[in-house]
């Protein structure tokens, strides 16, 4: 089994959120594509920014979502870097964003946020699902897929180190399973556009059978942005911010 160097069986996954997008500009509203929403010019700047922070990780594997916005981030994250700049990049259904509800009523932009601000809060509760209708995806379903995703991609031979671009909700649910809070920990978790956690797993070989099995997980670093270190300026939370008209963003 391929590890880090010094390690007999620790990889390390660098998981990303995608850059800055804009759910409501017109282009969007128009198409009614919400999964197909580009990177807006300072989501691009905020993933060249973490592309040169990781320009010198020898990157065996590259995944995301599959959805655009994952794809955009992780390819300008690769772009800065010379010897990963072809590196193939996967997709991995089970890592798309949290299904939201399709029956919410509707309402203001400025109320939709408010209403959304705090939907982490309750993950916890028996029931309790995305969005502000009644046929969200369960978060115990998204977080299920999450640890699928993430079991099979460390089952998997051959690479040490790996890119994975994916979303706020989603990485939220895998930081709470990580760290073996689950559910009630993830409203902890701010996960700002083009961040960056670093997770260290380590694996030992499954005693009664085949394959590896987690022994340890390390959070080695969590929601770093190479655009703005020490988040100055940043005071509001990923989803206000994202949620506030385009001229509010610096």
Same mark, same amino acid.
């Given at each position: 089994m391929s590890a880090l160097p010094g390690t007999t069986g620790r990889r390390r996954i660098y998981l990303m959120r995608h850059g800055h997008v804009d759910y409501f500009s017109p282009e969007v509203i128009a198409s009614g594509d919400y999964n197909g929403v580009p990177l807006t010019p300072l989501g691009r700047e905020q993933a060249l920014a973490a592309g040169d922070a990781l320009a010198d990780i020898p990157?065996?594997?590259a995944v995301c979502s599959g959805y655009r916005r994952t794809e955009e981030t992780a390819r300008l994250v690769l772009s800065r870097h010379a010897e990963c700049a072809d590196l193939p990049l996967e997709t991995e259904p089970d890592l798309v964003e *949290?299904?939201?509800s399709t029956d919410a009523p509707p309402m203001s932009r400025e109320k939709f946020a408010a209403a959304m601000a705090f939907q982490f809060d309750n993950a916890a509760?028996?029931?309790?699902r995305m969005g502000l209708g009644t046929d969200g995806e369960l978060f115990s379903a998204a977080a299920a897929r999450g640890e699928r995703a993430f079991l099979r991609l460390l089952s998997e031979p051959d690479w040490a180190t790996m890119l994975v671009v994916?979303?706020?909700g989603i990485n939220r649910l895998l930081l709470g399973w990580a760290t073996g809070a689950? *559910?009630?920990?993830v409203q902890a978790f701010e996960q700002d556009t083009a961040c960056i956690n670093i997770l260290d797993f380590d694996l030992v070989p499954v005693e009664t059978g085949e394959g590896n099995e987690i022994s340890r997980a390390m959070i080695k670093a969590l929601n770093l942005t190479p655009y703005n270190h020490t988040k100055f300026g940043m005071n509001m939370t990923s989803l206000e911010r994202i949620m506030s008209p385009a001229e509010e963003h610096h």
């Open positions: 990157f065996d594997r *949290l299904h939201g509760e028996p029931g309790a994916a979303h706020e689950g *559910l009630k920990g």
